[in-house]
């Protein structure tokens, strides 16, 4: 491989991990159009791209008109987020013409607005998910309770070794 002959594995691996996700080095297109976008991104002092998992099987779903679970709308929102970040600049050239053929939906801002930046959806966000959360709260804890119960009866005190609940998943 032509990287282990130039003896810049040690290079392309510091370029990889700037990257959001794995990927290739190699970019697909005209290398003069990429390096005159590179060479305009220059110019700006851009915050790193946050972290994402791969999205493959998420938009496989989506094609299909899946349901995504809660973590893989954070990754889209993530980045919804950073292309939101980005034409707040005021790019030139092909760098413009790039960003502005990204059109975020204003309708996606109040998706945006309801995660916190753990992932996690905010409480007061949806009167219905507040109610579901605060009914798995109880339920939860009516388990342990009972269980507590159960753990403390004089009849399974002989076979126990200790009285400790862990709960898996919560």
């Known amino acids: 491989m032509i ?3 130039l003896d810049i594995v040690n ?6 991990s700037l990257f959001c996700r ?6 697909d297109g005209d290398i003069n ?3 005159t976008i590179i060479r305009e991104l220059e110019e700006f002092n851009l915050k790193t791209p946050p972290a994402l998992s791969v999205l493959n099987g998420p938009l496989n779903y ?3 008109q899946g349901t995504l679970k809660i973590y893989e709308i954070y990754e889209f929102i993530k980045i919804i987020t950073y292309f939101q970040y980005l034409k707040k600049f005021s790019f030139t050239g092909k760098l413009a013409t790039w960003i502005d053929k990204v059109i975020i939906p204003k309708e996606l801002d109040v998706i945006i607005d309801a995660f916190n930046d753990k992932g996690e959806i905010l409480h ?5 998910l507040d109610r579901v959360n605060s009914n798995l709260y109880n339920n939860r804890d009516a388990i ?8 403390n009866s004089k009849g399974l005190q002989p076979y126990l070794v200790d009285h400790q609940i862990h709960l898996v998943h919560g």
């Open 11 to 16: 290079h392309i691996e510091q370029l990889q």
């Open 62 to 64: 989506l094609q299909k």
């Open 144 to 151: 342990k309770q009972k269980l507590y119960g159960v753990i």
């Open 3 to 5: 990287i282990k002959k």
């Open 33 to 35: 159009i990429h390096h």
């Open 22 to 27: 794995e990927k290739d080095i190699k970019l």
């Open 124 to 128: 007061g966000f949806s009167e219905d």
